[in-house]
């Protein structure tokens, strides 16, 4: 994986190689020299043990393309399947494949973003005939791929999930964590994200905003970093709401921190792919409410598992959170729900059973 910072795809990448180890497979992580602090120390503290760096330079860049094509078509000859996750390593792989000889393994592609891949000439002979599989992360992303015709219906798969359901479970509340997060007195709303626009932080601004005129405001936290920082201290500001947000920046113990939530939000404005967090929260246990954008309609059902909001609406966001607040009993069974639903469909220990599978299939 060509990832320069840690994002849902590195996360993907990582959780799945872990996963695949603890299955008793053999599987080295390739990422990008360089990303030590930002990548590669982050995937050996989810697991995983065995680990190559390779150039991976953006764009088309002879010399180190070049470097990796020689280490790439070396390291292919003593492998069964090689998985790619986006564009520039997808390519390297499967052009050291052809340098690799007679033992060129299966090319497996995951993608990671809502964006419709272009069916160009390169994109065609890319997908039918050099890539035996495509992985997507959400079934709307599959739909894509199967509007664009790169591909017949059987080589693109849908498997959302992969949260570390060990790391990520119910625990009781660190009360020292509690009060970092502002949850001193009043019920705890969390937000983790970045700081960035589609993530909906003026949304929950304008939410809590109504909630406050109406005397039952919790307190929310916005865990998380991003260029849009300002601009969400600005929106807290201009509603007068200070005392009833805070803005706790980058969390090493995100376990921890979700444990201390009372209710957790994940509201995007837009559809951000698979969005690790929104399995963590299933994964911990959290009464959730979730914008219906992305993955969300895909594997939770409203009232079941979370209350589901139409994104950007500030108003059903306000009248979840008040009913949720509201309600101890909903709370806790939503809690459990989540809680069941990580376990049995998205853990990642699923979704390395499930690639094993399709693996399998290919080298066979």
Same mark, same amino acid.
């Given at each position: 994986?060509?990832?320069?910072?840690?994002?849902?795809?590195?996360?993907?990448?990582?959780?799945?190689?872990?996963? @695949?180890?603890?299955?008793?497979?053999?599987?080295?992580?390739?990422?990008?020299? !360089?990303?030590?602090?930002?990548?590669?120390?982050?995937?050996?503290?989810?697991?995983?043990?065995?680990?190559?760096?390779?150039?991976?330079?953006?764009?088309?860049?002879?010399?180190?393309?070049?470097?990796?094509?020689?280490?790439?078509?070396?390291?292919?000859?003593?492998?069964?399947?090689?998985?790619?996750?986006?564009?520039?390593?997808?390519?390297?792989?499967?052009?050291?494949?052809?340098?690799?000889?007679?033992?060129?393994?299966?090319?497996?592609?995951?993608?990671?973003?809502?964006?419709?891949?272009?069916?160009?000439?390169?994109?065609?002979? =890319?997908?039918?005939?050099?890539?035996?599989?495509?992985?997507?992360?959400?079934?709307?992303?599959?739909?894509?791929?199967?509007? *664009?015709? &790169?591909?017949?219906?059987?080589?693109?798969?849908?498997?959302? !999930?992969?949260?570390?359901?060990?790391?990520?479970?119910?625990?009781?509340?660190?009360?020292?964590?509690?009060?970092?997060?502002?949850?001193?007195?009043?019920?705890?709303?969390?937000?983790?994200?970045?700081?960035?626009?589609?993530?909906?932080?003026?949304?929950?601004?304008?939410?809590?905003?109504?909630?406050?005129?109406?005397?039952?405001?919790?307190?929310?936290?916005?865990?998380?970093?991003? !260029?849009?920082?300002?601009?969400?201290?600005?929106?807290?500001?201009?509603?007068?709401?200070?005392?009833?947000?805070?803005?706790?920046?980058?969390?090493?113990?995100?376990?921890?921190?979700?444990?201390? =939530?009372?209710?957790?939000?994940?509201?995007?404005?837009?559809?951000?792919?698979? *969005?690790?967090?929104?399995?963590?929260?299933?994964?911990?246990?959290?009464?959730?409410?979730?914008?219906?954008?992305?993955?969300?309609?895909?594997? &939770?059902?409203?009232?079941?598992?979370? &209350? @589901?909001?139409?994104?950007?609406?500030?108003?059903?966001?306000?009248?979840?959170?008040?009913? &949720?607040?509201?309600? !101890?009993?909903?709370?806790?069974?939503?809690?459990?729900?989540?809680?069941?639903?990580? =376990?049995?469909?998205?853990?990642?220990?699923?979704?390395?059973?499930? @690639?094993?599978?399709?693996?399998?299939?290919?080298?066979?």
């Amino acid at each position: 994986m060509s990832c320069r910072g840690w994002s849902s795809d590195a996360y993907w990448a990582a959780r799945a190689c872990r996963e @695949l180890e603890r299955r008793g497979h053999a599987v080295t992580l390739g990422c990008k020299r !360089g990303t030590d602090a930002r990548v590669i120390d982050r995937a050996r503290e989810q697991g995983v043990t065995h680990i190559d760096t390779f150039e991976l330079a953006g764009g088309m860049r002879p010399i180190p393309d070049g470097t990796d094509l020689i280490a790439l078509a070396r390291v292919l000859r003593e492998v069964d399947v090689v998985h790619v996750h986006r564009g520039k390593e997808h390519w390297l792989a499967v052009a050291a494949g052809y340098l690799a000889g007679a033992r060129r393994p299966p090319v497996v592609r995951t993608r990671h973003i809502a964006q419709a891949v272009r069916p160009h000439a390169g994109n065609r002979w =890319l997908y039918r005939h050099a890539t035996a599989l495509v992985v997507t992360v959400t079934e709307a992303i599959r739909r894509q791929y199967l509007a *664009s015709g &790169l591909l017949p219906p059987e080589r693109v798969v849908a498997l959302p !999930g992969g949260a570390d359901v060990d790391a990520y479970r119910p625990r009781p509340v660190d009360p020292v964590v509690r009060r970092r997060l502002g949850g001193d007195g009043a019920p705890l709303v969390g937000l983790v994200s970045g700081l960035r626009v589609m993530k909906g932080h003026q949304v929950v601004v304008d939410a809590l905003a109504r909630l406050a005129a109406q005397g039952c405001a919790p307190h929310v936290v916005f865990v998380g970093r991003g !260029g849009h920082e300002a601009a969400v201290l600005t929106a807290i500001r201009r509603a007068g709401l200070e005392r009833h947000v805070s803005v706790a920046g980058f969390a090493s113990d995100l376990p921890a921190v979700m444990a201390a =939530l009372d209710v957790a939000l994940y509201v995007p404005l837009e559809s951000d792919g698979m *969005s690790r967090v929104l399995f963590e929260y299933l994964a911990a246990g959290r009464p959730l409410v979730a914008a219906r954008t992305g993955v969300v309609p895909e594997v &939770l059902v409203d009232g079941v598992h979370a &209350l @589901l909001v139409p994104a950007g609406d500030a108003g059903a966001l306000a009248d979840a959170l008040a009913r &949720l607040l509201q309600d !101890g009993a909903l709370r806790a069974r939503l809690g459990d729900a989540a809680r069941t639903l990580a =376990l049995e469909r998205y853990s990642g220990a699923r979704l390395a059973e499930a @690639l094993e599978a399709h693996y399998a299939r290919l080298v066979a």
